[in-house]
């Protein structure tokens, strides 16, 4: 199921997490390049007033709301409020997530619910919100989900972060899986981005240990120093998206390495 660029135009884009970073960038490119209202999701009320003002300075359309995506009855206001203003969403995209680091055993049982309630929970809930409208309108629409390429490797001190994107992974395949038997006109695609220059680690929680804060700011100043910028993953986001593709990598070589040791210590003796 691909949508065009001619079923984006004039129709509203959902996207969660969308104060700040890759969120921010896509609802930016979706009201300026593509002429959707854009629906600017975030927990922080001023982030997302900042992102919709710029949105509009560039003439495009759109509006700030607030959501904790971790919250069912607060994403069941989005849905009311952005429903009654614009109707279905052309594009919805599960953006909103958190990092933390720590080793396991560091991990406190409330700080582990909360990376999983907002990067897993509140990709589950924004599509059980806004799905049955989508079918209704029997016009082509699209999820995008953001993983991550943590989402499809193994590493040391963010086990509570890469736990959550697998799952949002999978969670985001199972949703194409029942899309697909229920024959709806609507698509979805996974966003496994690398490394991108963006406040996740400023607002990262961590365990608190000197290994977990020292990985922070390392990760910190990894993405400041090497990612690529939020603007970049939109551009090849939407080009993805317009593209029908379900995996939408954007740093290909690495998504090729990591896949391929994982497919290795995956299929390690099962002959
Ligand atoms: N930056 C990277 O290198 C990178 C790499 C791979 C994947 N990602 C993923 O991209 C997505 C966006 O991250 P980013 O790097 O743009 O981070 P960011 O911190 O710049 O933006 C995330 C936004 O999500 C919002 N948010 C946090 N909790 C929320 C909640 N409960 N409800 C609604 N909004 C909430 C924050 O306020 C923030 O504005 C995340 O899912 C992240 O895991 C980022």
């Excluded at 900042?50 to 994403?75: H, M």
């Excluded at 009311?80 to 599960?94: E, K, Q, T």
């Excluded at 939407?238 to 070589?253: D, K, M």
């Amino acid at each position: 199921m691909t949508i065009h660029a001619d079923d984006l135009a004039g129709r509203p884009i959902v996207v969660s997490g969308a104060g700040s970073g890759i969120g921010a960038a896509l609802a930016y490119r979706a009201a300026v390049e593509h002429r959707m209202t854009a629906v600017v999701a975030d927990v922080d009320a001023a982030r997302a007033e900042q992102v919709a003002a710029a949105i509009t300075g560039a003439g495009g359309k759109a509006q700030a709301l607030a959501v904790d995506v971790s919250d069912p009855a607060s994403v069941d206001a989005l849905r009311a409020r952005a429903l009654d203003a614009y109707g279905a969403p052309a594009l919805l995209v599960c953006n909103a997530g958190v990092e933390m680091t720590g080793a396991v055993w560091e991990i406190e049982p409330r700080d582990w619910q909360r990376v999983q309630a907002i990067n897993v929970n509140g990709a589950f809930l924004m599509a059980r919100a806004f799905l049955p409208a989508m079918l209704q309108t029997e016009q082509p629409g699209h999820v995008l989900c953001t993983s991550s390429i943590g989402g499809i490797s193994i590493g040391a001190g963010q086990s509570a972060y890469l736990v959550s994107k697998h799952a949002i992974r999978v969670f985001a395949q199972t949703l194409a899986a029942d899309l697909e038997a229920a024959d709806a006109r609507i698509g979805v695609s996974i966003l496994l981005p690398g490394a991108v220059r963006t406040r996740i680690f400023d607002d990262a929680a961590s365990t608190g240990s000197a290994g977990a804060e020292e990985m922070r700011s390392a990760l910190a100043s990894h993405l400041a120093n090497d990612g690529i910028t939020p603007e970049q993953v939109a551009e090849i986001a939407f080009a993805g998206v317009l593209e029908g593709r379900r995996w939408i990598h954007t740093h290909p070589e690495m998504s090729e390495q990591v896949l391929s040791e994982h497919l290795a210590d995956l299929t390690a003796g099962v002959r």
